[in-house]
């Protein structure tokens, strides 16, 4: 059995990564931290999980130096930027699942250069990774769909758009005015649009496949719901390709036909994040507008599972060396 | 005061008239039909509106005899299409919330040559017409965004991408598998994509802007809510032009400086379905993607009011020449 | 036109009360005090107004010297006790829209007994009031409908039980942990069983009814929706009275008949909380099961209009002796 | 392994035991019936399970020559009774979810003579039963925290009041007017008072454990939600009982100490939906109101699954001797 220690352990992202690991048979879970829970008993502080850890909330300060298999960071980004180095040794692996690694730019310190975790894009390098980077929700629904086409050059690299659409628990736990129920229930907006801060990540990850020259327009809007993002992709056909329906399907599925978490839907299906709640799926579709030679991408994930906890032991699978499914493939929730 | 008569008084648009129409002044509601439901007091099949009006549905067959000054046709498109002649007379005016015939290209009997009835773009007509084709909920979110900006050259007229998402009543009342409560309720999907019975509506309002050459790809989607529609419209900015998020705000603030339901919103504020639910406004923002020049445009409505019933009486007002606000303008309900 | 101030614009209660008087003729809003937000246009505070107010928001000391016919305090009942002496003068009235004023047993300053604004129990009262302590909305849906069967003695006035169920935004717009959207939606919990606040004064209104004795379980539950009270309540039938289905719809329609806002539902129908949202009505149903001699009642309120502002302004109506309808008999929003 | 055949598994509980039986290592499901989809593979019809089953959805006639170790009747109940005589044979276990055969009074044929499969309650007849009724998720939720109390004498027997409020999926999938989304989003209402199917049930259940004379008062509820039972529940306190908080909640959890699906909270926790969801897990409380010498208590359950398809796998380990938490002992999906 795998040593694991979970912190931030009851924000959602937290409370998800303990979920999904009581169906996995080689890990254990060692130690929990909640700064603002320290000293209470898991079972109290999350109560759904209540009968699945006999374990009590510590401070991260109190286990920096116990070892472990494997550390999940689950904190806020600049919380895991001033904690990460006193879990970096040999024997570990970490997986960060705040976007403080994830751009290369931004790393000076080469102890911590993250492997991007994307498996459908990364799976070699995440298998002998020890600091992983695991991948936004957004970029997530919007970079697997992308990456076949553009590998192929059927579609245009610039003026991407991307028009994601995201369930509350995405903004995370925290309450704010903007995130109490009647603000958000009801209710239908965009936010923050263009300068999201996931832009960047989606960019360096698709210009790995091009060689560069990607451009995306992106706009998130919040969704009342809980879990959930459905991303649609816009994209202009190569002209000098003669694109069809069958051919994009078949691009896909012949893309996609190894992984595990991948699921293409023949038309006339489409995605719904009702058919992935609670699952590490991504159920991914393509149309094609022949009148003005668009491609349209569709996907849906658990913006909890595939986005980020799901994905996130998906990538402790890997370099564990496990059965990359163990303990992850669930059925989604349905309705 | 004006005798109206609310043909299809029971589905969500008929109950929306209703009570919109308890604002007005200067109608009054004479007779209301409801195939299914013909018999019954108005009180007893729409429980909401009890005491509001002492009416009894009656079958469309039943009120051909008499006359009234205005007659809303809240009807299946086939059953307007069918009953519609019963209705015309020289002295009443006909306003058909179907999609029947709102497309030039399909009359071919010029008694039936309606006049499209959306009071930003065709007011002068609107106030002579006898028979008015009220707007669909998607094209009335997208063509009120899009006509200034078309109307001066300042994005490109191909391409235009129309990313639409709407609350469930946008649907209708007659249940279905797929808008059964559990079905729809924390889901979120994309439906019909492309091939849109909208699509040639919001062509051929765009095209008497633009004087034709105008192409749009429009993707709806499904949001687990009961009113709204959220538009998020990508265009390319014409390259000769130095746009700025300034002009384009300014733009559209002196387009529609007279109009009383649209709200211009100024950056970093955004539409939100929320904020105008129940009432007859159309919110809208725009932004600029400088990096690829793409123009974001913003709207949300209520689909119920100014997607449908709201205009529909707003088109009333102006057709009877009263007071284009008279009965119209009450704030939104929030949350 | 009577001058109103409205203090706490910006909470929810503060917000429907500006909505409701956009609908009253007789009355002008002079000011509006919210303490965070001093200094902002109302347009801007509440976008959902945009349009209706030419207001800024005012800090509650900058408007204590000027004088109003009706000043309206939507604040926490704390501030409410602080500020509420600097609003008193012969020429004002006063509603309070917390409990600060609403229990008899609390007030040991005779300027500060206020006359608790439930029209069904206190019309008269009410319209020689100078100061009303508006009902909360968890009694108002409980108070009413017992009130008529407690006063022919029909039910036993001991161990009365009352099952609440309240959506979110009956607990304000406070932003906090258990109110943030994902902890809320999908999920239904009873909170505060037994000792909460609102029992006092539901006791206290129907002991003025009984002469005292009345005994009464309380349970309020939160329901996954921005606005509704629907309460059901459990009573004992006395066992000398012959009782009946039929015999129980009728007192309450004798009982009601006059109340502009009380619409008794006849078996089979019964209320929802859908078919009175954004309305000032209280829909009433009652059941008698024989079995047990148990009389079932049923009510269903808008929490922010009956059981808050319409009530407020209901209130405002009858002290000014203007007509008790007037800007109030607005339909239900439906769906 | 044990063969299983799902009769009606397009249905939401046919769903859910499909979803819960992924996690089984001891069952193979070879036959899944779906009288409308018959010809259609299990993948099309049923997305959110694609990739679990290699299963063609058949006609019940087409199975009823094979032989299953497990068959599971998710049907309606008329259609229960029609077919469950072709699959009685000794070598195979029957659970039916439907109240076809949980009625005693109601069978005449004893080979219909079923036991009631509430493991709380019967656990030892189940370990035995070749066929088992599986209990309603109304009496489910009511039944399992009355029995002890009952057993000891601690509460009257007489009007014990239960009100009840179920997510829409306890309605089924089958679209109707009243489950339409737009109906039932926002709203709360009461259904079928009174003389609900499920109190005789809850009374059979109750009487074999008191000898007789139980009275009960049941209202359910409908919530604007997916899943989710929560049940309040009033009973009087047998008044020669010296009862306190303390000694109700230790009697409840000396109760159910070995109950693998029942968590006792303790003051002042109290269940949720949001806290069972997706799980076989029963949350209850209790509270005493001294004043009035009520008990007070409070269930929460997955309707789908301890209301449902999980019970019925409970039933099914009991029944083949298996673990009876095999498959079932998954953490709830929260939020």
């Known amino acids: 059995m795998y040593s694991v220690a979970v912190l931030g352990a009851t924000g959602y992202s937290g409370i ?20 603002k829970n ?18 009590t909330c510590k401070k991260i300060e109190d286990i920096i130096t116990e070892k472990f298999d494997v550390v ?18 040999p024997g570990s692996i970490i997986i960060d699942l705040s976007d403080a690694f994830r751009l290369k730019t931004k ?8 492997i991007y975790g994307l498996p459908e894009l990364n799976r070699a390098q995440i298998k002998s990774a020890k600091l992983i980077a ?6 997530t629904g919007a970079i697997i769909p992308l990456a076949p086409l553009l590998k192929v050059n059927i579609i245009k690299k610039e003026r991407i758009i991307i028009d994601s659409k995201s369930g509350v628990t995405g ?20 936010y923050k649009p263009i300068f999201h801060r996931h832009v960047p990540e989606i960019l360096q990850a698709l210009n790995v496949i091009t060689g560069g020259g990607v451009n995306v327009t992106f706009v998130p809007h919040l969704v009342p719901s809980n879990r959930g993002i459905f991303t649609t992709i816009y994209a202009s056909a190569e002209s000098n390709k003669n694109i069809t329906q069958a051919m994009l399907e078949d691009l896909l599925i012949r893309a996609f036909k190894d992984e ?12 719904d994040t009702n058919a992935v709640k609670g699952s ?8 094609f507008d022949e009148q003005d030679s668009t491609v349209i991408l569709f996907s849906a994930i658990d913006n909890l599972v595939k986005g980020a906890s799901g994905q996130a032991i998906q990538n402790m699978n890997l370099a564990l060396g496990l059965d990359e499914k163990e303990g992850l493939f669930t059925p989604p929730l349905f309705p």
């Open 107 to 114: 790393q000076q310190d080469s102890l911590l250069d993250a």
């Open 72 to 89: 999940f960071l689950a904190l806020p980004s600049e919380q895991s930027k001033s904690v990460i180095k006193e879990f970096l040794n």
């Open 260 to 271: 595990p978490f991948v699921r293409i839907l023949k038309s006339p299906e489409l995605p």
């Open 16 to 35: 998800e990564l303990l979920r999904l690991l009581t169906f996995h048979s080689k890990v254990d879970v060692k130690a929990v931290t909640a700064d």
């Open 134 to 139: 695991n991948p936004g929700c957004y970029p």
């Open 171 to 190: 903004a995370g736990r925290n309450p704010s005015q903007e995130l109490h129920f009647s603000e958000v229930h009801e209710g239908f907006k965009a």
């Open 280 to 287: 590490n799926f991504i159920d991914i579709a393509v149309r």
């Open 38 to 55: 320290a000293g209470y008993t898991l079972d109290k502080v999350v109560p759904p999980l209540k009968g699945y850890y006999r374990l």
